[in-house]
């Protein structure tokens, strides 16, 4: 499964974090999901309930931002909201949206008991 991969890499960088900052227990992992990046969400949380106790422990929540899809348009630069590729401009209907926004993938921070 896509989202396992994706969630060992979290919990990778999530332990990483934690190290550098000389935490031991890890409350929580933000992530930062764009609309466009593919990943199914039930699928994330569910992976990461699985993965979480030998990595990160049982305590470990994940929070997620999700970030709405946002696309501009290379003929007419309009920007228009976005949730899906090759979605033709809405204002000209004479091209394709460009992706400004929504593919993000990334931690954005983690929480740590003091
Ligand atoms: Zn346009």
Not at 50 to 69: D, K, N, S, T, Y
Request: contains cysteine; hydrophobic residues 50%.
């Amino acid at each position: 499964m896509h989202e396992m991969t994706i969630v060992t890499s979290i919990l990778a960088i999530a332990r990483e974090r934690a190290a550098a900052a000389g935490a031991t227990v890890i409350t929580a992992v933000e992530v930062e999901v764009g609309r466009l990046a593919g990943v199914e969400i039930p699928a994330l949380e569910f992976c990461f309930l699985a993965a979480r106790g030998h990595e990160v422990g049982e305590q470990a929540e994940l929070v997620i931002h999700e970030i709405p899809g946002l696309g501009r348009c290379p003929a007419c630069a309009a920007e228009s909201a976005m949730d899906f590729y090759a979605a033709v401009c809405p204002n000209c209907g004479k091209a394709a949206l460009e992706v400004v926004q929504g593919r993000e993938l990334k931690v954005r921070s983690i929480r740590v008991e003091d």
